[in-house]
């Protein structure tokens, strides 16, 4: 039987590839990977214990947080916290941020960490997939100087990691250091993130279109056009296309990363700047599918290369299997 890989010793291995770093990145890798098994104890446990509803609070989009939204945030936080290689979390439930310098064992860390941590939290109570998205930046200033705006709103190219956990059927961290994606299963048996998926590819082209079609009267002209397109009978290019989208940005990803597709969320009449976070969801999800062979575009501009203006800056979002990103944006481009 062949021997499991574990996280740890992938990590290790790899470590070659960031002369830069000596070790730093794989422990803040590791310290990520420790606060997903905690968090994922608690999902699991979801229903049996008082981890559902909501706190009573709303975070900075004035959205309600459920309690497990604040538990995944104050573990992630704990864990690199403790780890002492990171220096500022920028965190969905955050609004400025928590800088880690004033600690001792922080003071001296190289590394920014952008993180949602309960990515698709209202589906949690109804026992659907969750997950946990991060991206990790090397600060440009010099260690002992105080932290800059340029430090914390860098371009999605500048990324030396990101990745996701989806708590589904198993639980699954993906990651990229620039160097293709490899997935990892946690085997509960033995408390580790074992290889289970190493180099995935996104096919180039695929069948599956994810989008809240319940927002379908105030897309843009050019993406109604193209859900029309995807429901259409046509035996050459296999459609109509299979609609999938189960309102957990990582569980969509996930599963059109494994079998091609295309993740769609527009900008709107109610949203014009679009929806999701460009820092802790898009630009990480981005990386992952660029690596993989897919494509991530706003419509307009690559996710990666936008100048951020602000930690919680919303951006309209097209990513996954090349060709049918492009078929979205010739769409976008005739209407």
Known sequence: MKSLKTLGQFIIEKQTDFPYAKGELSRLLRDIGIAAKIVNREVNK?????????????????????????????????????GGECCFVASEEQEEGVELTDT???????????????????????????????????????????LTQEDLLQTGLRQVAAGYIIYGSSTMLVYTTGKGVNGFTLDPSIGEFCLSHPNMKIPQQGHIYSVNEGNYLKFPQGIKNYIKYCQEEDAGTNRPYTSRYIGSMVADIHRNLLLGGVFIYPQTALQPKGKLRLMYECNPIAFIIEQAGGKATTGTERILEIAPEELHQRVPAILGSTDMVNKVLEFLDKS
């Open 104 to 146: 001792g064992i922080s003071k001296n860390a190289k590394y920014i960490v952008c993180i949602d941590p309960l990515d698709g939290s209202s589906n949690i109570e109804v026992n659907v997939s969750v997950g946990t998205i991060f991206s990790i930046y090397r600060r440009i200033s010099q260690v002992g100087e105080a």
């Open 46 to 82: 979801a229903g049996l214990v008082d981890i559902l509803g909501t706190v009573g609070d709303t975070n900075v989009f004035g959205e309600n947080q459920k309690k497990l939204d604040v538990y995944a945030d104050e573990q992630f936080i704990a864990a690199l916290k403790d």
